[in-house]
């Protein structure tokens, strides 16, 4: 049984910054591509940050690209989000997301729908 589960998440000012965690269990996922994604209130998910499974290969959305940095823990089975510059936009559940699909690939998986294992969210919220 594949589990996914966050921590980190909390209340910040705007330009502090917060650390996401991603622990995996269930499988080895060293070969394919985890992912976070957030969703607002009243908002649908969207791609933040992904890690592939070919030499850890990373995306970024537009809105964050330059603020934060996406790694994974091949060992430990873990991904992580670092957060830096945080804004009032960013205010979102964040989900961190595996998908089997594409084994030891670079390939830009940015749909949500094509992921597999989802964790149960972490809430950030950054007041300004």
């Known amino acids: 049984q594949v589990q996914l589960a966050e921590s980190g998440g909390g209340l910040v000012q705007a330009g502090d910054s917060l650390r996401l965690s991603c622990a995996a269990s269930?499988?080895?996922?060293?070969?394919?591509?985890m992912a976070w994604f957030r969703q607002a209130p009243g908002k649908e998910r969207e791609f933040v940050a992904s890690?592939?499974?070919?030499?850890?290969?990373?995306y970024y959305a537009d809105s964050v690209k330059g603020r934060f940095t996406i790694s994974r823990d091949r060992a430990e089975n873990t991904m992580f989000l670092q957060m830096n510059s945080l804004k009032s936009e960013d205010t979102a559940a964040y989900y961190c997301?595996?998908?089997?699909?594409?084994?030891?690939?670079?390939?830009?998986?940015?749909?949500?729908?094509?992921?597999?294992?989802w964790g149960q969210g972490t809430q950030v919220t950054v007041s300004s």
């Open positions: 997301a595996l998908s089997v699909r594409y084994y030891n690939s670079a390939y830009n998986n940015t749909d949500a729908r094509s992921y597999d294992y």
């Open positions: 269930g499988r080895a996922f060293s070969f394919y591509t």
């Open positions: 890690v592939t499974g070919s030499r850890s290969t990373t």
